[in-house]
């Protein structure tokens, strides 16, 4: 077994505490909840919203998303996720061809008691501020449907039905 012990740890310039995680903000948000969408509208997801303070306009702030549920109330409808900084949706793609809605995440929604869509991500993001930055998951489904967040879009009233969780986490990172 290895064991390194370092004191700080410097660039070639001589910055210190690069890298280092400097503080973390965290949400899990647990309540069953629905939302209906239409003409691929970012709405956002209520619960999942943090909010952290840079200390220093290097800073970076690495985002990490998980969702425990995701699901549509029509069949096989596509459905999205991204972040949203502020008031502007970050972590997304950015292809300029045609009206395609970008997002950070995209999956197939089933109106199943199968929980099928997890979605999951990291984004590291630069908001060069020492100003509070609050983060938001926002959710989209084409046409007009209901997206289920923190359960299955079937049978939804049950008690037998599967809920679960999901959360979003801020980590400040030294840069």
Not at 15 to 24: D, E, Y
Not at 112 to 121: A, H, W
Request: proline share 2%.
């Amino acid at each position: 077994m290895s064991l390194l012990k370092v004191d700080d740890i410097h660039t070639r310039a001589g910055t210190s505490n690069r890298g280092h995680i400097l503080q973390v903000a965290s949400t899990t948000f647990t309540t069953s909840v629905a939302y209906s969408i239409s003409g691929m509208t970012w709405t956002e997801v209520t619960g999942l919203t943090t909010t952290i303070t840079p200390s220093s306009t290097n800073s970076k702030i690495l985002v990490s998303v998980t969702m425990g549920g995701l699901e549509s109330s029509g069949l096989n409808q596509r459905l999205g996720v991204c972040l949203r900084r502020n008031s502007t949706n970050i972590a997304k793609n950015t292809d300029s061809g045609g009206n395609h809605t970008k997002a950070s995440w995209a999956g197939i929604g089933s109106n199943s008691n199968d929980i099928k869509n997890q979605p999951s991500f990291t984004h590291l993001d630069s908001p060069s501020t020492t100003s509070s930055v609050t983060y938001r998951v926002m959710i989209t489904t084409e046409g007009s449907y209901t997206l289920y967040v923190n359960r299955s879009s079937s049978n939804a009233s049950s008690s037998s039905v599967f809920k679960t969780a999901s959360s979003l986490t801020l980590y400040e990172v030294a840069a």
